[in-house]
């Protein structure tokens, strides 16, 4: 890329674009409905539920639409069954993806605020950044909250986001992220965005939403500093 991006402020998603998580996820919505007795009806659509960045509550509902049809009560539950179930074993199945590291540093040591927005619970997150050794670098972590609507809805950066880094320009923000709820997330808070490829999100899906730019590895973040020696 030609011209020099003055970005501020990185916005990471966290499952597809900081660790691999899918075998992750697979394994702990597997293991809930064992656990729960409940089979799951549309197993085929595991994958999809994963690659569209959504929350547990739709990928329980989307998994087996006439049980949360019938109890939709249980959904509380059956969320609290799966982060007890990931916290206890989907870290050992949690991958860095290489040179998050590397990258978290500079961006740090170049003065860019990294934060952390995901529809992921945050007792997870926060525990597989400390596992990986990137809880320093990152400013804050947003994770699924009660009361505050998922991505892509722009309710969370206004509420929580919007009032900590007030001082930094829209333009010198960008969302970085795997599926199509990133790229609809910098649509509607109006900041660039970046679509790493090498994640769970569908080309087809997430390119036709045209995000800013496109990675297909971390590394490649060191565009928009190109005059910072990054010796990556």
Same mark, same amino acid.
């Given at each position: 890329m030609a011209k020099q991006l003055k970005y501020k402020l990185a916005i990471f998603d966290f499952d597809g674009t900081i660790c691999a998580t899918r075998e992750a996820i697979v394994y702990c919505i597997k293991q809930t409905f064992s656990a729960l007795d409940t089979p799951i009806s549309k197993e085929n659509l595991i994958n999809h539920t994963v690659a569209s960045g959504m929350g547990l509550d739709e990928t329980f509902k989307i998994l087996n639409p006439l049980f949360f049809k019938q109890k939709p009560h249980d959904l509380n539950h059956w969320i609290a069954t799966y982060r007890y179930i990931y916290l206890k074993e989907g870290l050992g199945k949690t991958y860095i993806y290489n040179g998050v590291k590397k990258i978290f540093n500079k961006f740090f040591a170049n003065n860019i605020a990294i934060i952390i927005v995901s529809n992921k619970g945050i007792d997870a997150i926060n525990a597989a950044l400390k596992h990986f050794g990137l809880i320093d670098y990152v400013k804050l972590v947003i994770g699924d909250t009660k009361g505050i609507k998922k991505k892509p809805d722009p309710m969370? =950066?206004? +509420? $929580? $986001?919007?009032?900590? =880094?007030?001082?930094?320009?829209?333009? *010198?923000? =960008?969302? $970085? @992220?795997?599926?199509?709820?990133?790229?609809? =997330?910098?649509? +509607?808070?109006?900041?660039?965005?970046?679509?790493?490829? #090498? @994640? #769970? @999100?569908?080309? *087809? *899906?997430?390119?036709?939403?045209?995000?800013?730019?496109? $990675?297909? *590895?971390i590394n490649e973040l060191k565009f928009i500093k190109p005059d910072f020696d990054w010796d990556l």
């Open positions: 969370l =950066f206004d +509420n $929580i $986001i919007k009032p900590k =880094f007030n001082n930094i320009d829209l333009k *010198e923000m =960008f969302v $970085i @992220g795997d599926t199509k709820a990133d790229i609809l =997330f910098a649509k +509607n808070i109006g900041t660039d965005s970046c679509w790493v490829s #090498y @994640g #769970y @999100g569908k080309e *087809e *899906e997430c390119m036709a939403l045209m995000p800013t730019m496109k $990675i297909a *590895e």
